[in-house]
């Protein structure tokens, strides 16, 4: 089954511990990508990422990392969390960027909470 | 930055009623998509517009992209309870990033 996962789907930690966010796509996608979803704001890209080892910084990047070593794989890395972090987290994925877009396939949601 | 808004933020539509959610970005779109995403789901593709003035039809959807492409609209004719849900458009920017609007949350009354 074509589909976006992601790992863990809930995560309650506390500020300043690390934590990675794992996406996996099985769909052979050139284009991923990490949103967060805040209340009365949609959602807003952090990070994404046209092919292998090339990534780049979305509307809200600060306080993530990613990397993109294999093509099936796209971790968000938080080094630092902080409360304002706090928030809902999709990853996404895409035969293909730039100017012939296609529809984005979601992943289920990370809803991560930082005390 | 960019900015996608759509309006309005909430609806609450009897059963049968028609909704219409407008989104409007600050920039010209090479092209629009359309998301819906289920109380406690995520956001699954409906369509993507590309030409100016483009409608496409889905059933009860009717979709519009604006002259100009800085606009679009959703439109659902007589709503059901399967139609609840948050719509969102999204359009990309740069060729490479992606703006989704703020969304418009539909509550269908049975």
């Known amino acids: 089954e074509a589909q976006v996962t992601q790992n863990p789907r809930y995560l309650i930690t506390v500020t300043g511990k690390k934590l990675t966010v794992t996406c996996s796509q099985n769909?052979?996608?050139?284009?991923m990508s990490w949103y967060r979803q805040d209340p009365g704001l949609g959602l807003r890209q952090i990070y994404y990422?046209?092919?292998?080892?090339?990534?780049d910084k979305g509307d809200v990047p600060e306080g993530y990392k990613v990397s993109r070593k294999e093509k099936r794989n796209f971790p968000l890395i938080l080094e630092s969390p902080s409360p304002n972090q706090t928030s809902l987290y999709f990853c996404?994925?895409?035969?293909?960027?730039?100017?012939?877009?296609?529809?984005?396939?979601f992943g289920p949601g990370t809803r991560l909470t930082v005390t | 930055g960019q900015q996608v808004m759509q309006i309005p933020q909430y609806q609450h539509v009897q059963e049968g009623e028609d909704f219409t959610t407008y989104c409007n970005s600050s920039t010209t779109l090479s092209n629009i998509q359309w998301y819906k995403q289920r109380p406690g789901g995520h956001p699954v593709f409906l369509i993507q517009?590309?030409?100016?003035?483009e409608v496409k039809k889905q059933k009860r959807l009717t979709f519009q992209f604006g002259e100009a492409k800085k606009n679009s609209s959703l439109h659902i004719t007589a709503t059901q309870t399967t139609d609840v849900g948050t719509y969102f458009c999204a359009g990309p920017y740069a060729g490479n990033q992606f703006y989704f609007g703020t969304g418009t949350s539909l509550t269908v009354i049975p």
């Open positions: 990422s046209m092919n292998v080892e090339v990534t």
């Open positions: 769909m052979n996608h050139e284009y």
């Open positions: 996404a994925s895409s035969p293909s960027g730039g100017i012939l877009t296609y529809e984005q396939y």
């Open positions: 517009l590309v030409k100016s003035g």
